[in-house]
């Protein structure tokens, strides 16, 4: 059931905290399973096809079009990086909400029930023993608790229930999931994959794998192909907390749902050695409010994860809840996609393409697979792209005319395109970390995130051979000019921030066991992206939602045996 902010306390089976893609997905499990489960979401509330008022709009029912105004870039000068004015209401304000960086990092977030499920770029990959057994293998951080076999069945599980289409490609190091038909690559996309295929056959172009449903699924859907996803879909046709999970809870009947609800702490309990609840501001009244329950799911995302940690003191952590291997905040990762190549190709000029395909192309990690590869950095990296024709758009730079000859060839589809980069792996540093300035606090009274984050020599290196192969591809594949690049954006540019309560197998060392249950306080969760021991290279979210998945299980299944 629902009930909204107006409740003022209570106590609960189970507390999860954030409502976004994992938090999503903690509330129905734990719903599902009977616990009385209280979600608690910092910014507004988002009701599904009600609250997307954008979703149905075309750019020129915009006053500036598809166009954030001087305004808007000036006020927020971190979020209007990732919205436009179809997007904007689903970010926050930068002023509203400030943070420090030491070096500059782009924090997007989307403080409202569903998170950033709204805006998330849905691609779905599984990691693989590659990724799980690289730390043991190079002597890089910790070792994961956990191996393939471990998330292979709640892998399939989530893609049963959120819709994933994709092409199978039997690659061990990028495992095939329970697919829906695949998306359709088109013609000078699939040009590309034949001239990559001749020229090394340990490369391959396939279509992505997106929680884009190709047929209808589960109530929702099918997608269609409006590529107007990040505005909300009405259709159902992408997953999100809200079209999927939200409601799934709330229709279990155990769900309470409390938005404007700031978590400023987790209460620890002396005596128990547990925690007993938490803390909140509401974020609308500045009331102070606590909540308790049995089990504790911390979903905020990564950075607000940790800082929850930090805050949450006592006289047995007084460094943070959890944090007696003082790994807590550090180790952030976010995976790095600025390099990569473009051109233009003269073929194909007859033919074209329907609708608006909400995926790109994928070409899955080819470096360094084996122990006999020698390159100059560690892991590896995607290569994710697109194809198109020049649109009137992409010429009105440097067409020049007027009248009816001028429209004529503004109108006229122009040369295909590829333009494609590569979403490269982040090693763990103890250095990149997110800490709270005590000095400074936000409108709450809460001390500032400080953010301390740099890509280093590793990523670097791996950046210089995504621009170099790039080139090379397009080049082979007879595309002219030609163009590497490299935006050389700044972390958490690529909205996979994750790592700051990493899981292990010795709790001197992580802050979490292999069922992202806290070493030191067992009846803590954490299964947003924090708990991540090394980044890969696979957009991660598919990743939280199986852990998550698995953890829920675990815990109701110990919350029953009475061990937390």
């Avoid at 420090?100 to 569903?114: C, L, T, Y």
């Amino acid at each position: 059931m629902f009930i909204n902010r107006n409740i003022d306390g209570g106590t609960y089976d189970a507390i999860v905290i954030g409502s976004g893609i994992s938090g999503g997905w903690a509330a129905m499990e734990l719903c599902k399973k009977g616990l009385k489960t209280l979600l608690l979401e910092r910014g507004r509330d988002v009701k599904h096809i009600v609250d997307y008022p954008t979703a149905t709009l075309n750019p020129w029912d915009f006053k500036f079009g598809m166009n954030n105004t001087i305004a808007d870039n000036k006020s927020d000068p971190v979020q209007s990086g990732a919205y436009n004015p179809g997007s904007k209401h689903f970010y926050i304000r930068d002023a509203d909400q400030p943070y420090i960086q030491d070096k500059p990092f782009n924090w997007f977030r989307g403080n409202q029930v569903g998170g950033r499920s709204l805006t998330w770029g849905r691609q779905c990959y599984r990691l693989s023993d590659l990724d799980f057994e690289a730390n043991i293998k190079e002597s890089v951080a910790v070792d994961w608790p956990v191996r393939y076999k471990d998330l292979a069945p709640w892998y399939s599980y989530v893609e049963s229930h959120i819709g994933v289409s994709g092409q199978r490609e039997n690659l061990k190091h990028l495992p095939d999931g329970e697919f829906l038909s695949p998306m359709e690559l088109n013609c000078i996309e699939k040009h590309l994959a034949q001239s990559i295929k001749k020229n090394d056959q340990n490369r391959l172009l396939t279509i992505a794998r997106v929680a884009n449903l190709t047929r209808g699924w589960d109530s929702r859907g099918p997608c269609q192909n409006r590529n107007l996803c990040e505005r909300g879909c009405p259709f159902g046709g992408y997953f999100s907390s809200n079209s999927s999970t939200i409601p799934a809870a709330m229709a279990t009947g155990n769900l309470t749902l409390r938005p404007h609800s700031i978590v400023t702490e987790v209460l620890y309990d002396e005596q128990k050695k547990k925690a007993k609840g938490v803390r909140i501001i509401d974020a609308l009244t500045n009331e102070v409010l606590e909540f308790n329950s049995k089990i504790v799911f911390i979903n905020a995302s990564t950075i607000a994860t940790a800082s929850i940690l930090l805050n949450s003191t006592s006289n047995r952590f007084p460094n943070g809840l959890g944090n007696d291997s003082e790994q807590v905040g550090h180790n952030l990762m976010d995976h790095h996609s600025s390099a990569g190549a473009s051109g233009a190709h003269d073929g194909y000029s007859d033919l074209y393409y329907k609708g608006r395909r909400p995926c790109g192309f994928l070409i899955p990690r080819f470096r360094n697979l084996s122990d006999s590869e020698s390159h100059a950095f560690k892991r590896g990296y995607n290569i994710q792209g697109h194809g198109e024709r020049e649109e009137w758009g992409d010429k009105s730079g440097h067409l020049t005319g007027i009248g009816k000859d001028f429209k004529d060839k503004l109108t006229t589809p122009g040369s295909w395109t590829v333009w494609m980069a590569g979403w490269g792996e982040c090693l763990p540093y103890y250095e990149n970390m997110v800490s709270l300035d005590n000095s400074t606090k936000d409108k709450w009274g809460q001390p500032l995130i400080k953010i301390n984050f740099s890509f280093k020599n590793n990523e670097s290196d791996m950046m210089n051979d995504i621009k170099e192969t790039s080139v090379q591809m397009l080049e082979q594949a007879g595309f002219r000019n030609v163009i590497g690049f490299n935006y050389n954006k700044p972390g958490g540019a690529t909205v996979h921030e994750m790592g700051t309560a990493r899981m292990g197998r010795d709790a001197k060392t992580s802050v979490l066991n292999a069922y992202n249950q806290m070493h030191n306080v067992s009846n803590v969760f954490i299964s947003d992206g924090s708990f991540m021991t090394s980044s890969a290279c696979q957009n991660p979210s598919l990743t939280y939602m199986a852990f998550t998945a698995r953890a829920c299980a675990y815990a109701v299944n110990e919350l029953k045996k009475g061990k937390i």
